[in-house]
């Protein structure tokens, strides 16, 4: 049974930044894709970005594409999401998801789901 825990979420005023990490326990060298996840109150779950942990390789959703920055540490086993240019329509639980079960990497289908880490972006 694999857990995911976030942090890093917290209050900003618009053009800030933040930076949240989701450690991982899903077992030994995880070879997937592992991606960060965004849900407003009264919408979808939206994918903002992927990554493979082996081939590294990164996708971005458009709403941030240029202000987000995905990145995995193999050491130690942790996702990390730089957000940058943070917007008042950034606001949301953003979640951590790993072992993707789909060719579409921001589709919400991953076996391994964290709790979320609130993010709140002030104008």
């Known amino acids: 049974q694999g857990t995911l825990v976030e942090s890093g979420g917290g209050s900003v005023q618009a053009g800030g930044s933040l930076r949240l990490s989701c450690k991982g326990s899903t077992g030994t060298s995880p070879t997937y894709f592992m991606a960060w996840f965004r849900q407003a109150p009264g919408k979808q779950r939206e994918g903002l970005a992927a990554?493979?942990?082996?081939?590294?390789?990164?996708y971005y959703g458009d709403s941030v594409k240029g202000r987000f920055t995905i990145a995995y540490d193999n050491t130690e086993n942790t996702l990390w999401l730089q957000m940058n240019s943070l917007r008042p329509e950034d606001t949301g639980l953003y979640y951590c998801?790993?072992?993707?079960?789909?060719?579409?990497?921001?589709?919400?289908?991953?076996?391994?789901w964290g709790q979320g880490t609130q993010v709140t972006v002030s104008s």
């Open positions: 998801a790993a072992e993707g079960l789909s060719d579409r990497v921001l589709d919400p289908k991953y076996r391994y």
């Open positions: 990554i493979h942990t082996t081939y590294n390789s990164p």
